[in-house]
């Protein structure tokens, strides 16, 4: 198998813009690796989205990362979630409204531009928060802040489907994880998306995110490639079967993004989403 990673990159110059409908096929066959997509949002909202977050720090419930990692989210990280999702689905609610809320500041409404773009690029399939029991929701995206010094370790996302916590995902979901990413305010240096040329296959074993091994591989042994994601811009990765990770953040300033994962729906021709 060839661990090589393939690039696909998409520009998109102008709201009216035709973007190509089958850049998700090519994610879930493996054909490409990366979706670029530029003007998502302008720059202008960008800087406005950012600085309101930092003057308003506690307009959404903040999750902290693990200390060293020196990052945190504004909703909730499932990953992070304990395992009883009753809080983090009634915090789901809460966050959905404050963030309609909030965008309307800005004449914006930040989830259905995301869904627009992302169901663009899928021949018009839906984008959705992911179910959880009953009528309660999943967190279609949430805010992801990375401070100085801040990073993500080098992992593949397909691991967070045996964690406790994804077990409605599991039920509702088929096939790898996706993900994207959207930059509102870059770090002053660092910070970047970096893809290695490795897949989580057998031969991966070692680089699995597993806090018990005694020796961590050596990733300067990997070829790999970093990616520039401009403010306004949409990163769309293979990210379940691709090593990746966020490398730490230099300079003073906090580096903003929208992120969120996604699988395809087991029924419906649709896909979902989970923060």
Not at 37 to 43: I, L, W
Not at 69 to 80: D, T, V, W
Not at 188 to 201: F, H, Q, R
Request: charged content about 25%; hydrophobic content about 40%.
């Amino acid at each position: 198998m060839d661990d090589a990673a393939n690039f696909l990159t998409i520009l998109r110059k102008g709201p009216g813009a035709v973007l190509p409908n089958t850049a998700f096929e090519r994610l879930r066959d493996g054909s490409a690796d990366v979706i670029l997509v530029d003007e998502v949002f302008s720059k202008d909202i960008c800087a406005k989205i950012v600085d309101s977050l930092e003057k308003s720090p506690d307009r959404f419930e903040v999750t902290e990362f693990p200390g060293p990692f020196r990052s945190f989210f504004l909703g909730r990280n499932l990953n992070l979630n304990d395992p009883n999702l009753e809080d983090y689905f009634k915090a789901a609610q809460r966050f959905e409204s404050d963030l309609l809320q909030f965008g309307a500041g800005f004449g914006l409404d930040i989830a259905a531009r995301l869904v627009e773009v992302l169901s663009e690029l899928d021949g018009g399939h839906t984008f959705e928060a992911a179910p959880g029991p009953g009528a309660s929701r999943h967190f279609f995206t949430t805010f992801r802040g990375h401070r100085p010094g801040g990073y993500i370790p080098a992992h593949f996302d397909n691991e967070q489907s045996f964690r406790p916590s994804y077990r409605y995902i599991a039920e509702a979901t088929e096939g790898d994880i996706l993900s994207f990413v959207v930059t509102l305010a870059e770090a002053e240096a660092g910070g970047m998306l970096e893809l290695y040329d490795l897949l989580s296959t057998d031969l991966a074993v070692e680089h699995r995110n597993d806090d018990d091994l005694a020796h961590k591989p050596d990733l300067n042994k990997l070829k790999s490639h970093l990616v520039h994601v401009p403010a306004g811009s949409m990163v769309i990765v293979r990210s379940g079967r691709r090593l990746h990770r966020v490398a730490p953040v230099e300079g003073s300033r906090t580096r903003w993004t929208l992120c969120s994962f996604m699988a395809s729906a087991k029924t419906g021709g649709r896909n979902f989403c989970w923060g």
